[in-house]
């Protein structure tokens, strides 16, 4: 058998592996696109058609809000004529993959038929049945989604949650202050959205932090909020350009009294102070909350890149070694940091790694990703599927997506006679399905 036929024939084998979803942003009673834009407009496409020349390079309107038919409609006008210049992406080999598998659509978009196929999808917007017949065809049994998109719990049977709401560790462009903000934001209030990167503006916030028991108080609300929550991970982001350390008291109090004023300094000790004493606070009941955490993908305009200098690694693994009680999983954006952090899986017992966010997920990366982590980690610290998708037709798209790839890793291993087809397929299984359930408590 060559190459390219055990590839094939790997390829259907892992279409019976069973996938574990383990990060989304899925609305319960709403999984499915309510358009074309939903689809078209995701954000990684968005990005590929602003890098061709597209006007817009921001998001359409964002949970908990919904974009109208007017926004939506506007938006793919816009982009439409940019669809030449990106067929050759990644994105939109999924935006096909949606539209053929699922839509029957194999047509060019074009302005002379794009509201047509937009009208297409609208009408089964609202059809749950045929929602789950696609997360069934993804092959995903259970998914992981924000507890804030819940929805009184109608499609319970196939989520677990998790809380996505204060990002104590992350930046934002122009800001120093952000730390206090989103603790400030959350502070004597139930679990909402986060903000998201760029969002702009600040909203007022009902209550402002002054003094260190200001802080203490803030944390005490956040993390009892979070632990009787219904949730079996909390999802945040640590930033590669803030310098993470122990901060004393006396440290934090004098950078408190320099908001007004601050900078990256004050930026940094507020971020450490915070971050610091919330996994101090979480390690009571790590037991069973994992410590999601993003990395690499530092705040641009409209979007993100992947930056990350080796310091903040080093600085990830300080703060993993600081709290053993707290399981780590962090999904990494950088291709060129996956075999550091693989060492540092190797070291640290309680952190491990999973899938292929944002700027990892795209086909090169994804199998470079997968083989180096396959070479260096055991099975039960890799997750080897998330889909990060926002309507059920991406969930499909992107499992479609990581099965081709790894199809191929695998058929090189079994080529080289590193694993018999029979342990590939078993170590497909491991990461595919089995990890998130020993890691992160997910059950079928």
């Known amino acids: 058998m060559n190459y390219s036929e055990l590839v094939k024939l790997l390829v259907v084998d892992l279409n019976s592996v069973?996938?574990?979803?383990?990060?989304?942003?899925?609305?319960?009673?709403?999984?499915?696109?309510?358009?074309?834009?939903?689809?078209?407009?995701?954000?990684?496409?968005?990005?590929?058609?602003?890098?061709?020349?597209?006007?817009?390079?921001?998001?359409?309107?964002?949970?908990?809000?919904?974009?109208?038919?007017?926004?939506?409609?506007?938006?793919?006008?816009?982009?439409?004529?940019?669809?030449?210049?990106?067929?050759?992406?990644?994105?939109?080999?999924?935006?096909?993959?949606?539209?053929?598998?699922?839509?029957?659509?194999?047509?060019?978009?074009?302005?002379?038929?794009?509201?047509?196929?937009?009208?297409?999808?609208?009408?089964?917007?609202?059809?749950?049945r045929w929602h789950r017949d696609i997360l069934r065809?993804?092959?995903?049994?259970?998914?992981?989604?924000?507890?804030?998109?819940?929805?009184?719990?109608?499609?319970?049977?196939?989520?677990?949650?998790?809380?996505?709401?204060?990002?104590?560790?992350?930046?934002?462009?122009?800001?120093?202050?952000?730390?206090?903000?989103?603790?400030?934001?959350?502070?004597?209030?139930?679990?909402?959205?986060?903000?998201?990167?760029?969002?702009?503006?600040?909203?007022?916030?009902?209550?402002?932090?002054?003094?260190?028991?200001?802080?203490?108080?803030?944390?005490?609300h956040y993390v009892g909020r979070l632990a009787v929550a219904p949730v079996l991970s909390m999802a945040t982001h640590i930033s590669t350009d803030i310098v993470f350390r122990p901060v004393t008291d006396s440290e934090m109090s004098a950078?408190?009294?320099?908001?007004?004023?601050?900078?990256?300094?004050?930026?940094?000790?507020?971020?450490?102070?915070?971050h610091e004493a919330f996994l101090s606070a979480l390690a009571p009941h790590a037991d069973r909350i994992v410590f999601q955490c993003s990395f690499a993908a530092e705040p641009m305009p409209h979007e993100t890149a992947s930056l990350v200098p080796q310091r903040a690694i080093a600085h990830l693994a300080?703060?993993?070694?600081?709290?053993?009680?707290?399981?780590?999983?962090?999904?990494?954006?950088?291709?060129?940091?996956?075999?550091?952090?693989?060492?540092?899986?190797?070291e640290l017992p309680n952190f491990a790694l999973a899938g292929y966010w944002w700027h990892n997920f795209f086909p090169g990366a994804i199998r470079q990703v997968m083989e180096e982590r396959l070479d260096m980690l055991p099975t039960n610290k890799q997750v080897g599927f998330f889909s990060d998708a926002y309507c059920i037709e991406w969930t499909y798209a992107k499992a479609e997506i990581v099965r081709r790839q790894m199809a191929q890793v695998l058929a090189q291993k079994i080529a080289q006679g590193q694993y018999t087809k029979a342990e590939a397929l078993a170590i497909a299984r491991a990461i595919l399905f089995e990890t998130a359930q020993t890691l992160l408590g997910m059950k079928p």
């Open 137 to 220: 065809r993804s092959g995903v049994v259970k998914t992981t989604t924000e507890l804030s998109r819940r929805a009184g719990g109608v499609d319970d049977d196939i989520f677990h949650y998790s809380m996505e709401w204060a990002f104590f560790a992350r930046t934002q462009r122009g800001e120093y202050d952000t730390a206090l903000y989103e603790l400030e934001r959350c502070w004597g209030l139930e679990p909402a959205t986060p903000i998201p990167h760029g969002a702009g503006g600040r909203p007022a916030t009902a209550q402002t932090i002054r003094t260190l028991d200001d802080v203490r108080s803030a944390l005490a």
């Open 318 to 346: 300080d703060i993993a070694a600081r709290h053993p009680k707290v399981k780590f999983l962090c999904f990494v954006s950088s291709r060129h940091a996956n075999q550091s952090l693989c060492t540092l899986c190797r």
């Open 18 to 128: 069973p996938l574990l979803d383990t990060h989304t942003h899925l609305t319960a009673g709403r999984l499915g696109a309510r358009g074309l834009h939903d689809i078209l407009l995701y954000h990684m496409v968005i990005s590929d058609l602003y890098a061709a020349g597209c006007p817009s390079g921001a998001r359409l309107t964002e949970f908990p809000g919904w974009p109208t038919q007017t926004e939506a409609r506007a938006r793919l006008r816009e982009a439409v004529p940019y669809l030449k210049y990106i067929q050759n992406t990644s994105g939109f080999w999924g935006v096909r993959t949606i539209l053929r598998d699922l839509y029957g659509w194999t047509n060019p978009i074009t302005p002379d038929n794009w509201q047509k196929l937009d009208d297409l999808i609208r009408e089964r917007a609202d059809d749950r």
């Open 255 to 274: 950078a408190m009294a320099r908001r007004s004023e601050a900078g990256a300094a004050e930026r940094d000790i507020y971020a450490s102070y915070i």
